[in-house]
């Protein structure tokens, strides 16, 4: 399996999938629950996945192998877990020492069940939904019944989110394949207003097709797109998060132009940009999340 960001999840997810079954057989148990299980484990134990090298072309593969593997104690000293009470992350411009189970990675989900409190959508999608997890975040922090749309690329990714979703059968949730390569909402026919999501998914695209933003926002008549991606460096400031942050993305051949898609589809009026801020949050200091934040321009709403 050569070696992409694509193969990686697929591996990763049915890591991940393996670990859940028995969690998930638990009597009376529910989807945060077994995600919580998960992210415990994910602070004691780091994934490695198994490659082989083609020593006549010198190429490297991933063999479907994977292994868990505990994690060393980071400097700061060590928790009765094992886990470090403290980790650096990135805020704004600057490196802040945070407890290490602060729980940054629910921000997004708390801060969109607090939007759809005001806000009435026909239809919530996440674009690269992974396991699911901000989607049930969000329907246990106040959000409504659903549907959900699991829109995820890793088949592995769309069966743990099945399995998940099959212990609350009150949440309407809605697996669908999703490649941000070659985006197609067509499922979406039918619904006007809808709430579109990127949570660190965009993040692991190199460069996005130039009609990415088009194709978004002709799914539905009224259309809101929140991406929570780590998009700061883009903006062009001259400090050292920013600096960090273009190395940790350039290095993985992660993404590099989400902004510059964003100001051109602003631009030409397929999308009108209501928010953007970098840097508001993070979990490690190199890969700090931004917000952006559109809707579909009135003047194309569709009555």
Known sequence: MAITNEAFYEIAWRARLALVDSWCAEPGTNPVRVLHQLEFHELGNQLGLDMALNTVTGEKTYTGVYKWYPRTTEPGGALPTGVPPFLPVAIRDREVMMPSYADFGGIPARWIA??????????????????????????????????????????????????????????????RPFDHKAPDLSFLAGFKRVLLLSIHSIEQIN?????????????????????????????????????????????????????????????????????????????????????????????????
């Open 207 to 303: 460069r996005l097709p130039d009609n990415y933003f088009d194709v978004l926002a002709a799914a539905a008549p009224e259309i809101t797109g929140m991406h929570f991606e780590p998009f700061g460096f883009q903006l062009g400031r001259d400090n050292e998060i920013a600096k960090r942050q273009l190395d940790h993305i350039a290095g993985r051949g992660w993404n590099l132009d989400l902004l510059e898609k964003l100001r051109d589809a602003d631009k030409r009026g397929a999308i009108h940009m209501t928010f953007l801020s970098d840097n508001l949050w993070g979990n490690t200091p190199e890969n700090p999340t931004s917000v952006a934040i559109w809707e579909t321009p009135p003047k194309k709403r569709k009555k």
């Open 114 to 175: 607090h939007h759809l409190q005001s806000n009435n959508y026909d239809a919530i999608v996440e674009l690269g939904s992974g396991s699911g997890r901000n989607l049930f975040d969000i329907y246990y922090h106040g959000g409504p019944r659903g549907p959900y749309f699991a829109c995820e690329y890793a088949e592995s990714g769309r069966q743990l989110t099945a399995k998940l979703a099959a212990l609350d059968p009150s949440i309407d949730v809605r697996i």
